[in-house]
């Protein structure tokens, strides 16, 4: 398998997956035991309780001896405790008439505690046929069947043994709780181990990705601008080869040449200014020379500037303005330079005639500049990356619209500077429009 980044980030994304599977199946194997750990707990907990049992009988017994001798001395036979005596140490006495159920009770929470087992539970005290032994407990028959099907059982010798074979059952509700409270902290250092993995492995995803999409566009920067050079140097050397001719003597032919040199070397001089100027722009270095300017102005020459050039694409540029005049502090070049370039835009981006509409408006505190256009338009996910630098909506059949991508990221930059903000909106195929706002001082 050729190890490139999709395959790498497969390898990754299985592998990240079968850790968390063993992880997952790590921490319940860890909470089964947890829970078998319990039980085991609990029943030897029962098991001394169990032990305990007769002793308690005993003293029940010679409690109720006493106060029979106590009664008996003051005259005062009671025939009921008289029978209740002769049945003591018999197995048909009652396992419930041996001892309460407060003092099982006080006998299981006094071994759990020791335990460190502090969560709530229910218990009851069944005979073999799974009949509740103490009276209170005959009641709650669906209590009684969780306890039967879930509870832990013991059987708790009682003197009748192979009569009703009585056996505690005894259910914790809070049990699980109990468990992951004792866990909490090996399940969160796990759960934040899953999450910092996945998090860093969708970070590094992420980083390649951009990575790769910013040297695909720096490589069509460079072909964009190797392009454009090779035309002008060319040409540059083309004419010095002509008026180096020996034949090249009427002052006119020279001089046609000479002025070729002359257009070249400032479309050169364009092109580097171009690159400096966002170069400089990104150092934010940038100074403006600040003058008191009229916006009206400037989008009537950006008007007049490109009208040519619509004009010869069958197209047309109008300005809707209602307002007297739009007096602005700024910098009248790049000012120019912003329109310029939506204007530009405007037309590189149309499929057709371009109609290009410079729309203005004023609210309380701004100027609303909009430039729309009835181009190709813009589709949704890329809207938002037009104004990085460099970007250009990738097209499969405008490869013949020039540029390099940096005429939005300016633009943005010198509205900014100017504490203005430029936004769009766009239907793919319908049209764009670019809106700038400036701040009335
Ligand atoms: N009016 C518009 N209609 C449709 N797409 C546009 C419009 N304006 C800009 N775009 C898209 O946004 C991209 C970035 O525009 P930007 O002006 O920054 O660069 P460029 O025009 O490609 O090159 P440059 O302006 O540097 O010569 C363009 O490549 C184009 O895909
Ligand atoms: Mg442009």
């Not at 083309?238 to 020279?254: G, I, P, R, V, Y």
């Not at 256009?373 to 037009?386: L, T, V, W």
């Not at 104004?387 to 619209?401: A, C, I, M, Q, S």
């Amino acid at each position: 398998m050729k190890l490139n980044i999709k395959n790498i980030v497969a390898l990754i994304s299985l592998a990240i997956i079968g850790l968390i599977v063993v992880q997952v199946i790590w921490i319940n194997n860890a909470i089964d035991v947890r829970k078998s750990q319990f039980d085991q707990e609990v029943k030897n907990s029962l098991v001394v309780v169990t032990q305990n049992v007769p002793k308690v009988i005993q003293q029940n017994q010679e409690t109720k001896f006493f106060q029979r001798q106590k009664q008996m001395n003051n005259g005062v036979a009671d025939f009921n405790a008289i029978i209740d005596a002769m049945l003591d140490n018999t197995p048909f006495k009652k396992f419930s008439d041996k001892i309460s159920k407060e003092q099982l009770d006080s006998l299981i929470k006094k071994e759990m505690l020791k335990r460190g087992i502090n969560t709530p539970y229910v218990f009851s005290v069944f005979d073999k046929s799974g009949s509740p032994l103490f009276t209170q407990d005959s009641l709650t028959k669906s209590f009684n069947d969780k306890l039967l099907s879930e509870g832990i059982n013991i059987p708790v010798y009682a003197g009748d043994f192979m009569l009703t074979q009585p056996f505690i059952s005894i259910i914790f509700p809070k049990k699980n709780n109990f468990i992951f409270k004792k866990m909490w902290l090996i399940l969160s250092i796990s759960l934040l181990l899953i999450l910092a993995v996945i998090y860093a492995f969708y970070y590094t995803v992420n980083t390649i990705h951009k990575q790769k999409q910013l040297s695909e566009i720096k490589n069509d920067f460079i072909n964009n601008m190797t392009h454009e050079l090779k035309t002008p140097i060319s040409t540059i050397q083309l004419a010095c080869e002509a008026l180096n001719d020996s034949d090249m003597n009427s002052k006119e032919s020279q001089d046609t040449f000479v002025e070729m040199i002359k257009d070249e070397n400032s479309r050169l001089k364009g092109l580097v200014d171009t690159v400096l100027k966002t170069a400089i722009l990104d150092k934010g270095q940038m100074k403006l020379q600040k003058e008191e300017l009229d916006l009206l102005t400037i989008l009537n020459k950006v008007k007049d500037n490109f009208s040519l050039q619509i004009q010869q694409l069958n197209g047309s540029i109008t300005i809707q303005n209602e307002l007297p005049e739009m007096k602005f502090e700024g910098d009248s070049q790049h000012i120019t330079n912003v329109f310029q370039n939506l204007v530009d835009n405007a037309i590189k981006y149309s499929s057709h005639s371009p109609e290009i509409k410079i729309i203005t408006a004023q609210t309380i505190d701004a100027y609303l500049i909009r430039v729309m256009d009835n181009g190709i338009g813009i589709s949704r996910e890329n809207i938002d990356k037009i104004f990085e630098k460099l970007y250009r909506v990738p097209t499969g059949d405008l490869h013949n619209v020039k540029g390099f991508g940096l005429g939005l990221n300016y633009v943005k930059s010198i509205v900014e500077l100017h504490n203005g903000n430029i936004s769009v909106k766009s239907t793919k195929d319908k049209g764009s429009t670019f809106t700038i706002s400036l701040p009335i001082k």
